[in-house]
């Protein structure tokens, strides 16, 4: 799991938040509409997840979850 997930900053959406020579799993999630966007994170010792949207489910300005890095 921790191998497929870290292909995900390796070659996937997420590459610009590799951290080099660190294994650091992760998992972006689509933007809905463009109304959110997550990232979810880990290392042995870290773990992170950053929200992207409005509080009142409105649009953003084309939110992704690449933004998310």
Known sequence: ?????????????????EIPGWMAPA????????????FIGYTA??????WLGNDDNSPTRKATAADCR
């Open 1 to 17: 799991m921790n191998t497929m997930m870290q292909e995900t900053l390796l070659s996937g959406t997420a590459r610009k938040a």
């Open 27 to 38: 998992r972006p999630a689509p933007a809905r509409d463009f109304r959110d966007a997550w």
């Open 45 to 50: 010792n870290l773990v992170t997840g950053v």
